[in-house]
């Protein structure tokens, strides 16, 4: 299916503005999607009509609210087709969600001495709460590399996975290079030698349909935010006889079931991981996302991402000293590049003044740049609502620079 991207845009009235008196060009979906308008209404109706605090239920909008709250919890499971609606663990985004399980997991299932592995090309959040964590525990993080062209070196887990190996933290998709992992395989590997598996799928819930079932993932982080939802809510699938095993992660409200000073007893799933009030308006408008998104169908928005990843990728070739980062072909919407000469912070602030957001830096992925031994590069990211017109304007505003600054 086509989808309407002139119509789908009225959805997203901020992208209509002009900054710096040019009009807004946002390439930027991968640090965060912009909102269509169904979620922030929702946000605007819960607060004019019916806000409480959940699980509390004393009166009508705190029961409303409660309703709401937990038909998310539903629709999320059945968004990633999970079994269990106690499997879905609200978390204010995929970093708490992967903290929640490097701590949790941590305590019951690691020992000194163990192993965990972590692939080169994660994010920040997908690696230092793992270091904690074995800092803590007198374990060890281990690394399972990727090749020039952004390909995880799967073949390697062989000799990496031994004997002392308790998990394996790996993303879906890669922030940095876009790569497509084949999670399903890695997950097949890593049970085949008894060792769990945390799939990071920041960058992939929007991109790929999720079977957490049919990839037998053992835990699954994700956030919001970059699936046109709210920032400051995220979400945790643990599967239910390892959620059980592990201990809550935070004290406080709602995660118990009985206190007192000599014995306090524990909340059931999810709730045990759920302590203190959550973004109660930040779940609810979620639904409207996922509802959103299901409704574009992920097929033809991944249709549509990629066609514009084929064209940016090939135009931004033509321009002298490109490099881009990740040339492997099972991509998403993401393209890492560097224009040899030019510093990677200084075009992209000159973009900004061109009214054209791109991300540049670090990307909160050291290891990535370690590996193509750069200090930053520049990376450009689509959502459902960018336009070939766009990419055509961003490639002639590029080259201008280019020109100027080389
Ligand atoms: N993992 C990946 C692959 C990401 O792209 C991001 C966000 N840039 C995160 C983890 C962290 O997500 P959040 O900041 O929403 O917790």
């Known amino acids: 299916m086509t989808l309407d991207i002139a119509r789908i845009r009225k959805d997203f009235p901020v992208l209509e503005q002009q900054v ?47 309703l709401d709250f937990e038909a998310v919890r539903d629709q999320v499971k059945a968004f990633i087709h999970a079994g269990y609606r106690e499997e879905i663990i609200f978390t204010k985004g995929t970093t708490e969600s992967i903290n929640l399980v490097a701590f949790s997991f941590g305590e019951a299932f690691i020992h000194e001495g163990d192993e965990i592995i972590v692939s080169e090309m994660e994010h920040h959040a997908n690696i230092v709460p793992w270091q904690m964590m074995a800092a803590r525990k007198g374990a060890q993080v281990r690394v399972l590399p990727f090749d020039d062209a952004g390909r ?52 992939a819930v929007n991109h790929l349909p999720v079977d957490v079932v049919a990839l037998d993932a053992d835990f699954y982080a994700f956030s919001a935010h970059k699936m046109f939802g709210p920032n400051g809510v995220g979400v945790l699938y643990g599967k239910k006889e390892l959620l059980d095993q592990m201990p809550p992660y935070q004290g ?62 090939e135009k931004l070739m033509e321009i002298p000293g490109m490099t881009i980062y990740g040339t492997q072909p099972d991509k998403s919407g993401v393209i890492t590049f560097n224009v040899e000469g030019i510093h990677s912070f200084d075009l992209s602030t000159m973009l900004d003044k061109m009214g054209i957001a791109v991300r540049s830096g670090r990307l909160c992925a050291d290891t990535v740049m370690q590996h193509y031994q750069v200090s930053g590069t520049i990376r450009i990211s689509f959502g459902v609502y960018n336009t070939q017109d766009e990419i055509d304007q961003f490639i002639a505003a590029l080259k201008k620079l280019v020109t100027m600054l080389s």
Do not use: W
């Open 20 to 66: 710096y008196n040019k009009p807004l060009i946002y390439l930027d979906s991968a640090a965060s999607s912009q909102k269509p308008l169904a979620v922030l209404k929702k946000e605007e109706q819960l607060h004019l009509q019916y806000y409480g605090n959940i699980h509390r239920g004393a009166h009508y909008m705190a029961d409303k609210a409660t």
């Open 152 to 203: 995880l070196m799967i073949e390697k887990l062989d000799e990496l996975i031994n004997e002392k190996t308790r998990l394996l933290a790996v993303c879906q998709v890669a922030n940095t290079l876009g790569t497509v992992n084949p999670v399903q395989k890695i997950i097949e590997k890593a049970h085949a030698r008894g060792v769990k598996v945390l799939v990071d799928g920041a960058q």
């Open 252 to 313: 406080g409200g709602e995660m118990i079931s009985e206190v007192s000073f000599e014995a306090t007893t524990y909340n059931e799933l999810p709730y045990k991981f759920e302590a203190g009030t959550p973004n109660i308006t930040g779940v609810i408008a979620f639904g409207e996302a996922i509802a959103y998104l299901e409704n574009l169908g992920i097929a033809a928005i991944a249709e549509h991402e990629h066609r514009l990843l084929n064209y940016a990728t």
